[in-house]
T-cell receptor, first 110, second 115 residues
Framework: DAKTTQPPSMDCAEGRAANLPCNHSTISGNEYVYWYRQIHSQGPQYIIHGLKNNETNEMASLIITEDRKSSTLILPHATLRDTAVYYCIVRLFQGGKLIFGQGTELSVKP | DTEVTQTPKHLVMGMTNKKSLKCEQHMGHRAMYWYKQKAKKPPELMFV???????INESVPSRFSPECPNSSLLNLHLHALQPEDSALYLC??????????????FGPGTRLTVL
């Protein structure tokens, strides 16, 4: 599975959009981009995933570049409860392991 | 029921003890997972069960012994652990082990301390 690179930490003001970048330059054609988050002392929570088209659900939007070498998770109106570690993961469509990288620690501030 | 439950929430054990962690889901998922997470580190996969059969063992020491008695239940038996095994143990499940709809749902974890 391809590796991902994320900034170790980011801050965001409450009510503003949080844009979390992820680089996955070695991604192959049959690998999906997944995002999970882990709020302190809880289990990771699935957010969204995509292959090459942009995706949106009730939690977030996922923007994947045309060459698929990077992506951005967007939380449109961040709240204090969005403070968490966000993990970007690349995995095979046919299964394959979830290999968590170091993630981005997002702090949403009032 | 859309939850993965884990018991106990906390466990303290000595190096000579035998204990078990339990994980349960009633979502009809056919894949279940054990992860280990040390403080300030990402979760690391330990085991994968697919249709109640062990499909992946990530070279985990034999003092950790998984068991899947049925499709809803996953156990992790612990014996002769070391202090460095102290960690948060996470269980997860997914509808299938493969394919598009295999997002993993995680439980809250068991925080294990080995004295």
């Amino acid at each position: 599975d391809a590796k991902t690179t994320q900034p170790p930490s980011m801050d965001c003001a409450e009510g503003r959009a949080a844009n979390l970048p992820c680089n996955h330059s070695t991604i192959s054609g049959n690998e999906y981009v997944y995002w999970y988050r882990q709020i302190h002392s809880q289990g990771p929570q699935y957010i969204i995933h995509g292959l090459k088209n942009n995706e949106t659900n009730e939690m977030a939007s996922l923007i994947i570049t045309e060459d698929r070498k990077s992506s951005t998770l967007i939380l449109p109106h961040a709240t204090l409860r969005d403070t968490a570690v966000y993990y970007c993961i690349v995995r095979l469509f046919q299964g394959g392991k979830l290999i968590f990288g170091q993630g981005t620690e997002l702090s949403v501030k009032p | 029921d859309t939850e993965v439950t884990q018991t106990p929430k906390h466990l303290v054990m000595g190096m000579t003890n035998k204990k078990s962690l339990k994980c349960e889901q009633h979502m009809g998922h056919r894949a279940m997972y054990w992860y280990k997470q040390k403080a300030k580190k990402p979760p690391e996969l330990m085991f994968v069960y697919s249709y109640e059969k062990l499909s992946i063992n990530e070279s985990v020491p034999s003092r950790f012994s998984p068991e899947c008695p049925n499709s809803s239940l996953l156990n992790l038996h612990l014996h002769a652990l070391q202090p460095e095994d102290s960690a948060l143990y996470l269980c997860a499940s997914s509808p299938t082990p493969r394919g598009r709809y295999n997002e993993q749902f995680f439980g809250p974890g068991t925080r294990l301390t080995v004295l």
